[in-house]
């Protein structure tokens, strides 16, 4: 798993989780809610309020994101591809940490 602290100017309260990945063998034990946990604890530690992230529609990890109190913002149609080529939706969210302005 990855936070993305580096953004633009404009958004310094913000991160980006990218490539959380928990293989396939390991699933269905908690191992990516207890990542999650760590890498929201770990952007509030670093003065972060807001996340974002995507996760292919219709997949685990949509599931696990609403599961855990991130927010859906919507579907982006073809927005990425799976390994064999074919295309995928996207589905964003967003999670609000700590007290907020």
Known sequence: MQVVFAGPENQPHRADIAKMLVHGAARRRGIAERLMRAAEAAALAA????????????????????????????????????????RCDTTYFYKALGPQP
Not at 53 to 71: H, K, M, P
Not at 73 to 80: F, H, Q
């Open 47 to 86: 003065g972060k309020t807001v996340l974002v992230l995507d996760a292919v529609t219709g997949g685990d990890a949509e599931r696990l994101y609403a599961r855990i109190g991130w927010t859906r913002v919507g579907v982006i149609p073809d927005y990425a591809l799976f390994p064999d080529g074919r």
